[in-house]
């Protein structure tokens, strides 16, 4: 074993779990509703259905059933064609039906806030025991809910519905009466990130556990899109632990990091050196999926008759542990950083994320094999104008190699097709960016078909209106 | 197109007037930046926002258009744009630019 | 049309040009600055 070598990817489950109902509680199509609840019939006609969203290909390469490479050659529009191989248990990570997932936030619910009917507890019960995702007994204990104790809370305001095919199979309860960091709607963002984290947690440990127990993980580091907190203090955080705790994690302790989508690449970054430093032995990183981002360009989607595709929530979980040659690492001596002084042009972000690392590690730009970027699905980006996101970001990354005369102009389409990947990512922010593709990275360079990967993620700062920077972190990562 | 900051618009165009007041915008796609223009001209097309039915009458420029890059101090454009409009189809991304622009309401 | 003297609305993409980077080239051509977002539509 080498001793020099940097902490090891060991195991990464990428999760899926579709939320079709929940598509209204989305920022935007929350929004709109607010101003036309005629709209709703509308979305309603939209949504697919859970086989057709299984069979979508960028879901089946997101959880690993084939290569986001192989998607270029199938025929588009993709959801027109569904894969008939198709299947919800992905190599990298479970695709849960909606049932499932009300399931989970009942199993990851401490404030008695949720409820659901015992149809729908029944039929998640039987879906997360087959896929070996929960025990009997915690199943057992949880307590289905009449009618009108669901309907009560509803009718009088103090909680809001929680759909399933269509009719109300649940409910969740505001967690104060004045606070607005405890509506109802604030608490299911930030419950359905937690359980989908909880997904993602529950099916790495399952993947280790020949060789690993529980108690074997002793840091969480969460990093997702949520809120935690009150009124008094609006960000608190920490659901790392509240994630350790409902995955069973009882030696673990943990703590979130936030960069807007930048955040979960920043946490892998972060285990590695905590177990570089010799803190700890074995960390793990999470990261639950974005109830806000759910239908945000669904306006396009129902204009142009194609279903609301952003109707899934993302869960990735990374273990990361000391160094040994079976895995590849985390190279800790290449990261790039985007400093306050860098100045925020185009250039200077690309240069910090690309070039910094390439140049720490002494590479040219075609001794990557391939740049993990944002790799946000196109098929839901260019039908709402906005462009093809991973696309643009190869082309900057081309044009920077031409300013810097390792590439020729004419050679960019080709660098473009050797080095680059199409999208295939939820719209999902933090799990588009970068992360998404690091169990594929893994499982390629264990095949001795990859030898180095630059992810790189970027973070929107400027949205919260406290700096105009943007922001962003990257680091290679080699057999 | 969701041009979130449609109401912030509207509020600094009704407290400064439209008086040689135009919009500069930077999208990479030709998708993005015609819808943008079109919004800020003649209101929202998706009637969604609010400046839907609302015709500012704003023009806009791309960043990229040749009779602006030719005003940019060049080791401004160097360092700010050089990167971008080696990246992006300029001729495509602007394309639409002149034609929203002078075409009726 | 002369960018000197004008009011403008810069309205920057994250993947695209950003807004300070529109807001650099516009002040460099005497242009003064009105309004200024920079869009990220992921």
Same mark, same amino acid.
């Given at each position: 074993?080498?001793?020099?070598?940097?902490?090891?990817?060991?195991?990464?489950?990428?999760?899926?779990?579709?939320?079709?109902?929940?598509?209204?509680?989305?920022?935007?199509?929350?929004?709109?509703?607010?101003?036309?609840?005629?709209?709703?019939?509308?979305?309603?006609?939209?949504?697919?259905?859970?086989?057709?969203?299984?069979?979508?290909?960028?879901?089946?390469?997101?959880?690993?059933?084939?290569?986001?490479?192989?998607?270029?050659?199938?025929?588009?529009?993709?959801?027109?064609?569904?894969?008939?191989?198709?299947?919800?248990?992905?190599?990298?990570?479970?695709?849960?039906?909606?049932?499932?997932?009300?399931?989970?936030?009942?199993?990851?619910?401490?404030?008695?806030?949720?409820?659901?009917?015992?149809?729908?507890?029944?039929?998640?019960?039987?879906?997360?025991?087959?896929?070996?995702?929960?025990?009997?007994?915690?199943?057992?204990?949880?307590?289905?809910?009449?009618?009108?104790?669901?309907?009560?809370?509803?009718?009088?305001?103090?909680?809001?519905?929680?759909?399933?095919?269509?009719?109300?199979?649940?409910?969740?309860?505001?967690?104060?009466?004045?606070?607005?960091?405890?509506?109802?709607?604030?608490?299911?963002?930030?419950?359905?990130?937690?359980?989908?984290?909880?997904?993602?947690?529950?099916?790495?440990?399952?993947?280790?556990?020949?060789?690993?127990?529980?108690?074997?993980?002793?840091?969480?580091?969460?990093?997702?899109?949520?809120?935690?907190?009150?009124?008094?203090?609006?960000?608190?955080?920490?659901?790392?632990?509240?994630?350790?705790?409902?995955?069973?994690?009882?030696?673990?302790?943990?703590?979130?990091?936030?960069?807007?989508?930048?955040?979960?690449?920043?946490?892998?970054?972060?285990?590695?050196?905590?177990?570089?430093?010799?803190?700890?032995?074995?960390?793990?990183?999470?990261?639950?999926?974005?109830?806000?981002?759910?239908?945000?360009?669904?306006?396009?989607?129902?204009?142009?008759?194609?279903?609301?595709?952003?109707?899934?929530?993302?869960?990735?979980?990374?273990?990361?542990?000391?160094?040994?040659?079976?895995?590849?690492?985390?190279?800790?001596?290449?990261?790039?950083?985007?400093?306050?002084?860098?100045?925020?042009?185009?250039?200077?972000?690309?240069?910090?994320?690309?070039?910094?690392?390439?140049?720490?590690?002494?590479?040219?730009?075609?001794?990557?094999?391939?740049?993990?970027?944002?790799?946000?699905?196109?098929?839901?980006?260019?039908?709402?104008?906005?462009?093809?996101?991973?696309?643009?970001?190869?082309?900057?990354?081309?044009?920077?190699?031409?300013?810097?005369?390792?590439?020729?102009?004419?050679?960019?389409?080709?660098?473009?097709?050797?080095?680059?990947?199409?999208?295939?990512?939820?719209?999902?922010?933090?799990?588009?960016?970068?992360?998404?593709?690091?169990?594929?990275?893994?499982?390629?360079?264990?095949?001795?078909?990859?030898?180095?990967?630059?992810?790189?993620?970027?973070?929107?700062?400027?949205?919260?209106?406290?700096?105009?920077?943007?922001?962003?972190?990257?680091?290679?990562?080699?057999? | 197109?969701?041009?979130?900051?449609?109401?912030?618009?509207?509020?600094?165009?009704?407290?400064?007037?439209?008086?040689?007041?135009?919009?500069?915008?930077?999208?990479?796609?030709?998708?993005?930046?015609?819808?943008?223009?079109?919004?800020?001209?003649?209101?929202?097309?998706? !009637?969604?926002?609010? &400046? $839907?039915?609302? =015709? @500012?009458?704003?023009?806009?420029?791309?960043?990229?258009? #040749?009779?602006?890059?030719?005003?940019?101090?060049?080791?401004? !454009?160097?360092?700010? &744009? $050089?990167?971008? =409009? @080696?990246?992006?189809?300029?001729?495509?991304?602007?394309? #639409?630019?002149?034609?929203?622009?002078?075409?009726?309401? | 049309?002369?960018?000197?003297?004008?009011?403008?609305?810069?309205?920057?993409?994250?993947?695209?040009?950003?807004?300070?980077?529109?807001?650099?080239?516009?002040?460099?051509?005497?242009?003064?600055?009105?309004?200024?977002?920079?869009?990220?539509?992921?």
């Amino acid at each position: 074993m080498s001793a020099t070598r940097f902490p090891v990817i060991t195991a990464v489950a990428n999760v899926l779990a579709h939320a079709p109902g929940m598509v209204r509680y989305g920022s935007k199509p929350l929004r709109d509703l607010a101003h036309d609840p005629g709209l709703a019939s509308a979305i309603g006609a939209r949504l697919r259905s859970y086989e057709a969203a299984v069979g979508y290909v960028p879901n089946q390469a997101y959880i690993g059933n084939r290569d986001p490479e192989s998607l270029r050659a199938l025929p588009r529009p993709w959801f027109a064609a569904p894969d008939p191989q198709a299947s919800s248990d992905g190599a990298f990570g479970d695709f849960i039906d909606e049932a499932e997932l009300l399931g989970l936030l009942k199993l990851c619910d401490r404030a008695r806030l949720v409820q659901i009917d015992s149809g729908t507890l029944a039929a998640a019960s039987d879906g997360l025991m087959r896929r070996k995702l929960v025990t009997p007994g915690e199943m057992a204990a949880l307590t289905s809910a009449q009618e009108d104790a669901i309907a009560r809370p509803i009718a009088s305001g103090d909680a809001i519905p929680l759909w399933l095919d269509g009719r109300v199979a649940g409910s969740l309860a505001r967690g104060h009466e004045e606070d607005e960091a405890l509506t109802a709607n604030v608490l299911l963002e930030n419950l359905a990130a937690k359980s989908t984290g909880v997904l993602a947690l529950r099916r790495l440990l399952r993947q280790v556990e020949s060789r690993l127990e529980p108690d074997a993980i002793e840091f969480v580091i969460a990093g997702s899109e949520e809120a935690v907190g009150d009124r008094y203090q609006r960000g608190g955080g920490n659901l790392a632990k509240a994630i350790a705790e409902s995955a069973g994690l009882g030696r673990a302790t943990g703590f979130d990091i936030k960069s807007f989508c930048a955040s979960t690449l920043y946490g892998v970054f972060n285990a590695a050196a905590l177990i570089q430093a010799g803190v700890f032995s074995r960390v793990v990183v999470v990261a639950g999926g974005s109830l806000a981002k759910l239908g945000m360009k669904y306006r396009a989607h129902v204009a142009k008759e194609m279903p609301i595709l952003e109707d899934v929530l993302a869960g990735i979980a990374i273990l990361v542990e000391r160094g040994t040659d079976s895995y590849p690492c985390i190279r800790l001596d290449t990261l790039g950083m985007h400093t306050v002084g860098a100045g925020s042009s185009q250039q200077a972000v690309v240069e910090a994320l690309v070039m910094g690392p390439l140049a720490k590690a002494a590479c040219g730009l075609r001794d990557v094999d391939r740049y993990a970027t944002e790799m946000h699905n196109p098929e839901v980006t260019e039908t709402a104008g906005s462009g093809d996101v991973p696309a643009g970001n190869y082309r900057l990354i081309a044009a920077l190699g031409v300013l810097r005369g390792q590439l020729s102009r004419e050679a960019i389409p080709q660098f473009i097709a050797a080095h680059g990947m199409p999208g295939y990512a939820p719209t999902q922010g933090h799990i588009a960016s970068a992360v998404c593709y690091l169990a594929h990275a893994v499982r390629a360079m264990r095949a001795g078909k990859m030898k180095r990967v630059l992810f790189m993620a970027k973070g929107s700062l400027f949205l919260g209106r406290m700096t105009e920077a943007a922001d962003g972190v990257s680091f290679l990562v080699e057999a | 197109m969701d041009l979130e900051g449609q109401g912030r618009i509207q509020q600094v165009v009704k407290q400064n007037g439209t008086d040689r007041v135009i919009a500069v915008l930077g999208a990479n796609s030709a998708a993005a930046v015609e819808m943008t223009a079109v919004t800020i001209k003649s209101g929202d097309p998706s !009637y969604a926002g609010p &400046l $839907a039915g609302i =015709a @500012l009458g704003v023009p806009s420029y791309h960043i990229l258009e #040749p009779e602006i890059v030719e005003q940019i101090d060049p080791a401004v !454009y160097e360092r700010e &744009l $050089a990167l971008s =409009a @080696l990246a992006m189809d300029v001729d495509e991304v602007i394309a #639409p630019m002149k034609t929203i622009r002078e075409s009726g309401a | 049309m002369k960018l000197k003297g004008m009011r403008v609305l810069v309205i920057g993409e994250r993947d695209g040009v950003n807004a300070p980077a529109i807001e650099a080239c516009v002040k460099s051509a005497g242009a003064e600055i009105l309004y200024a977002e920079t869009l990220c539509f992921v």
